[in-house]
């Protein structure tokens, strides 16, 4: 069964860091994965979806993220953080049947000047 | 271009009662989704639908029904309320294929009292 673990439910940066937030993901077949970003009061948003076409992914507002077989990862990073990429993002990997998204716990992504 | 449109946004409810959730969509998606997202827990899928007049359980169904009588809509409901569907609901819908996005409407915050 496809599953997605998201390391850290909360991570905490200065303005101008580098964002790492981590996703593992596990599955019987080639895995298909995104990230998704949650802004306060809001719907999900795609950030970046992973296909198998290219191992590093670039999606909107500055953020990117790599595919890596070996280590069952797909981190999202953001080399620069702004106050405005505070929110909540989740990983989710496409059920082996492509019926529905299996999403992680979520992680807090908190922004201080 | 309204994209998924929910209905309500907001309600309160007695424990007992019932409601139906609405989503629409005007994106010609075959598949449609219910998540329910609880702090700390991600997004766990309820039901889907990957066409007019079928509907199907996700991870946690009990306590809920669903209709897909037409193409564009997806209906939630909760036959009698407890505490515990106390949640933000979203509804998501996408294309039928496995690398596809889904997505979201604004979601719906529900209390159960």
Same mark, same amino acid.
Not at chain 1, 50 to 65: C, M, P, Q, R
Not at chain 2, 5 to 19: E, W
Not at chain 2, 33 to 57: C, F, N
């Given at each position: *069964? ?5 390391? /850290? ?6 303005? /101008? ?44 507002? /500055?953020?990117? *993220? ?19 990429? *505070? ?18 716990? /979520? ?7 | ?20 959730? &609405? ?21 766990? &899928?309820?039901?889907? $639908? ?16 669903? $209709? ?6 997806? &209906?939630?409901? &909760?036959? $009698? ?33």
């Amino acid at each position: *069964a496809q599953s997605v673990t998201q390391l /850290g439910s909360h991570v905490s940066v200065s303005e /101008g860091a580098l964002v790492l937030l981590r996703c593992n993901y596990s599955s019987s077949v080639p895995p298909y994965l995104f990230w998704y970003v949650q802004y306060p009061n809001q719907g999900l948003q795609l950030l970046l979806k992973y296909t198998s076409a290219a191992t590093l992914v670039k999606g909107i507002n /500055g953020f990117e *993220a790599e595919f890596k077989k070996s280590e069952t990862s797909f981190h999202l990073t953001k080399p620069s953080a702004h106050m405005s990429d *505070a929110a909540e993002y989740f990983c989710a990997v496409s059920d082996q049947a492509g019926t529905a998204l299996i999403f992680g716990k /979520g992680t807090t992504l908190s922004v201080s000047s | 271009n309204a994209g998924v449109t929910q209905t309500p946004k907001f309600r309160v409810l007695k424990t007992g009662q019932s409601m139906t959730l &609405l989503c629409a969509q005007d994106m010609n998606h075959e598949y449609m989704y219910w998540y329910r997202q609880d702090p700390g827990m991600g997004l766990r &899928l309820i039901h889907y $639908s990957v066409g007019e007049g079928t509907t199907a359980k996700g991870e946690v169904p009990d306590g809920y029904n669903v $209709s897909r009588l037409k193409k564009q809509n997806f &209906l939630l409901g &909760l036959e $009698s309320a407890a505490p515990s569907q106390t949640s933000v609901y979203f509804c998501a819908s996408s294309y039928p294929n496995r690398g596809t996005e889904a997505f979201f409407g604004q979601g719906t915050r529900l209390t159960v009292v």
